[in-house]
């Protein structure tokens, strides 16, 4: 395990450092450090043109080959970059899906009509993305989606009915991958197709999902009879499972280091309050700072494994822990943020519902250890593909 | 390299047989095995420098090695070599220090005693002391829990002088030396006491007259090594029971495939992989300190880091390997209960894990901060 960058990556760390501080100021000072998890509701249209900003900068997507305006940076150098945004506040990326998902996908399974077509606005952070995976009745079993997409040979258009759910920045995005049913005979992972959908059409209806933080950023995404061009399917017909798929092991953890800045900040906030208010006398708090400073550092290394493990894209084990790791870790410290803040816990900042960032920290770190594969679901596949042990039967209800 | 051989080795020797056969020996550990350790593999030159035939590596490779004999509970004494190897280190310019470095080299046992443990490990738990007579020292106390004591041809034993501590070598052979074997309650590991009364040594068995300031650092290291133990130890319990659990057929099915089973065995990789990442960082750091190139506080923070979380999954892994194998699982037959008293021996060594934990709590609650890499 590597516990230093070399020193030419060093070189890229204050190139990186030095770019944000000369650009995340003015009229970027206000969104520094806002639109994250749980947050990304806020500043949008300022954020939108912070993306731009990046563009032009030639720091979105920087881990995508130089012919499709990328970097080609390496693992390395995105962890760094990474790092060093987290470091100076940067906010939450409105094109973040897009860079990560989508290019990746289109790169990888995509035609060249079609990278042709979506890359270029990803990469001047003009064209934002959103996600259409889940639904109401395909959650955690995503493969059992009902959304059908059907083949008008009149219009040569996909027609798309069906619902998504849990779909961030909806409102704000030019258009969303779906994965959807092209066989509406089968019912499994077979007979799925992957497909692109511009948003801004009639048959497409946006309703915000309001959270138990009183805030909206995610939403429900109706579809009737959308449409999309024949070649708006990456893939064939029937290939969509292996494409969706795909697409959730092009991470490799570039992001996790950064996420860890996050959690650093919030961490010492919370010390820095034991410190103040004396909480950080009593032994049972104390043992749980030290068991959350502990998880954390344990976070890094095992992201510093994943990243000097083998460059064949198979998981490996660290990388198998790492999201029930994470999740479990930052729910327990918003319940350690809580019980350091003491009885003004449960005061508000502001009515009708202000939430400071601790109270905002408690609450929707609930979210954590559901979202993109809840904590038992983690436990199946740690179970089943790293342990060998049986796989979960399926029911035939 | 080191991990494969290392690996096979262990597995080939150090069998369930082996160990228990060792266990009920009077010295508890399998002689046959240490000795073709020390000829064939050499892993007790690891940590020993060349000048002195070693194998001048580091605690990167000591760590491979460590989590195999862990893994296999192997019944050797190569902790207390490895232990004493890097106490000889802090005074390494010392001619009989590189005298005792060549001869644990040789493959001769030599043990670090420093403590009753009463009521920490560290210094406050000397209860040796020692009183200049002349061009002689002479040396009065107890120690307790010495690694492999009774093996030893000679031990270091610290001891409090009028001002400060001092490092000294003696030989077990020694009038007024009494070494008791200890009956622990893992017989894997076996320890023993010593008791001196007016032991004479010559001053060039004085490694050192002001060593109280190394203690600390060298416990750190100790703690790297255990980590790696438990690491193994927490591997094993995890292998041995999805390994049975995979048998055990009840209701017409394998226990296996009900996530009530395999829930309990995917929090164990996480207790066992976040330990091993931990690991992997305090053995780094380890060897940039002896290098130099790392200070003491983050050497101490990242030992308490470890050995908070290695204590914690070693027991938890064994404790819930007890559960998952059922009623056999407190059987005598079954290895499994083999790891849970290791896993408790090794939790409560050189500190339990909510006194490391008070510790970190410490850096960040009561001092500056801590000290990241």
Request: with cysteine; proline share 3%.
């Given at each position: ?6 020193e ?6 204050t ?14 000072s ?17 954020r ?43 906010p ?5 899906i ?6 990746p996908?289109l790169?990888?399974f995509?035609?060249?009509a ?18 259409g ?6 959650g ?10 059907e083949f008008?040979?009149?219009?040569q258009?996909?027609?798309?009915t ?11 995005s ?14 499994t ?5 992957f ?11 946006i ?25 708006d ?14 697409l959730?092991?092009f ?5 996790t ?18 410190r ?10 104390r ?10 550092r ?10 000097s493990g ?7 084990r ?8 994470w999740?479990?870790?930052?729910r ?5 943020a ?15 519902y202000?939430l400071?960032r601790?109270?905002?920290?408690f ?21 089943e ?5 049986p ?7 | 390299?080191?991990?494969?051989s ?31 350790v ?13 000048n002195?035939?070693?194998?001048g ?11 195999q004999?862990?893994?296999r ?5 190569l ?7 890097l ?8 001619p009989q220090?590189?005298?005792l ?7 001769q046992?030599?043990s ?18 020692a009183?200049?007579?002349?061009q002689?020292?002479?040396?009065d ?13 000679s031990?270091l ?6 001002s ?6 003696l ?9 008791t ?16 009364s ?7 068995n ?21 980590g ?7 591997q ?21 495939s009900?996530?009530?089973?395999k ?13 091993r ?7 780094c750091?380890?060897d940039?300190w ?5 200070g003491a506080c983050?050497?101490a ?21 007890i ?30 894990p ?9 850096l960040?609650?009561?001092q500056?901060?801590?000290?990241a890499?």
């Open positions: 395990m590597q516990l230093r960058f070399t030419a990556d060093e070189g890229f760390r190139q990186v450092a030095d770019w944000l501080s000369d650009n995340l100021m003015g009229e970027f206000a969104i520094r450090h806002r639109g994250g998890p749980g947050d990304e509701h806020v500043f949008v249209e300022e939108k043109a912070w993306e731009k900003r990046l563009a032009e900068g030639g720091w979105t997507c920087i881990g995508w080959p130089e012919a499709w305006g990328g970097r080609s940076a390496t693992i390395e150098q995105q962890v760094i970059f990474n790092e060093e945004y987290a470091r100076a506040g940067g939450g990326r409105v094109g973040h897009g860079e990560t998902l989508t290019g996908t790169l990888a995509g035609s060249e079609q990278k042709q077509r979506y890359l270029p606005g990803i990469r001047a952070g003009t064209a934002l993305w959103c996600q995976y889940s639904e109401p009745g395909a955690s079993d995503l493969a059992a989606v009902r959304t059908r997409a008008d040979p009149g219009s258009q996909w027609k798309i069906g619902q998504k759910v849990w779909t961030s920045l909806a409102h704000e030019d258009y969303v991958f779906v994965l959807a049913r092209t066989d509406a005979a089968e019912k992972h077979k007979g799925l197709g497909f692109l959908v511009p948003m801004a059409q009639p048959g497409v209806t309703r915000p999902i309001t959270q138990l933080t009183g805030t909206a950023e995610f939403n429900e995404v109706f579809f009737d009879d959308a449409v999309c061009s024949a070649d399917i990456v893939g064939e017909p029937g290939d969509g499972w292996k494409v969706a798929m795909g959730l092991g991470e490799r953890g570039v992001s280091l950064g996420q860890q800045m996050l959690f650093q900040t919030e961490l010492d906030e919370i010390v820095r309050i034991a103040e208010n004396g909480s950080g006398r009593n032994p049972a708090i043992q749980r700072i030290a068991e959350a400073h502990i998880g954390l344990t976070l890094r290394y095992n992201s510093l494994r994943m990243l083998g460059e064949d894209g198979a998981l490996s660290e990388a198998m822990i790492y999201k029930l790791c999740s479990s870790w930052h327990n410290l918003g319940k350690l809580m019980d350091v803040l003491g009885p003004d816990a449960e005061l508000l900042q502001s009515e009708p202000g400071n601790l109270q905002s920290l609450l929707f770190t609930r979210a954590d250890t559901i979202y993109g594969g809840t904590n038992q679901i983690q436990r199946n596949i740690i179970a593909r790293a342990l060998g042990m796989r979960e039967p399926r029911g035939q209800v | 390299m080191l991990r494969e290392a690996m096979g080795f262990a597995a080939d020797h150090a069998t369930s047989p082996a160990v228990r056969e060792a266990m009920a020996s009077p010295l508890g550990i399998d002689a046959a095995l240490w000795q073709s020390t000829e064939q593999m050499y892993w007790q030159g690891i940590l020993i420098p060349e002195c035939g070693g194998l590596l580091g605690m990167v490779e000591a760590m491979i090695v460590f989590e004999l862990g893994y509970l192997a019944p050797l004494p902790y207390a070599c490895a232990q004493s190897t106490a000889l280190r802090t005074v390494a310019d010392h220090a590189r005298l470095l060549s001869t644990l080299a040789e493959g046992v030599v670090l005693g420093h403590t009753v443990a009463r009521p920490h490990w560290g210094l406050e738990g000397v209860a040796v002391t009183l200049r007579a002349g002689t020292w002479r040396l106390g107890e120690v307790r829990f010495v690694p492999a004591g009774h093996l030893a041809t031990c034993v610290v001891a409090q002088l009028e400060g501590y001092g490092l000294f070598s030989s077990t052979e020694q009038p007024g030396v009494t070494v074997k200890s009956g622990t309650l893992d017989q894997t590991r076996p320890m023993a006491s010593l008791a001196l007016g032991v004479e040594v010559s001053a060039e004085c490694l050192s007259e002001n060593w109280g300031g190394n203690l600390e650092r060298v416990l750190d290291l100790s703690r790297v090594l255990v790696a133990e438990q690491v193994g130890c927490a094993a319990s995890l292998d041995q029971s999805v390994a049975y659990v995979g048998e055990r057929i009840q209701f017409g099915r394998t226990i296996a009900y996530q009530a089973i829930h309990k065995a995917a929090d164990m990789m996480l207790k066992v992989e976040s330990a990442s931990l690991l992997c960082y305090a053995a750091v380890s940039d002896l290098a130099g190139n790392a983050g050497l923070e990242a030992a308490a880091m470890l050995a908070s979380s290695a204590g914690d999954a070693a027991f938890f892994c064994a404790g819930t390997g559960q998952l194998h059922g009623g056999v699982g407190i059987t005598e037959e079954y290895d499994i209960q083999l790891y849970f008293k290791r896993a408790r021996a090794l939790e409560a060594y050189l500190g339990r909510d006194e490391h934990r008070e510790f970190i709590a410490g960040l609650l009561d500056g901060g801590t000290h890499a």
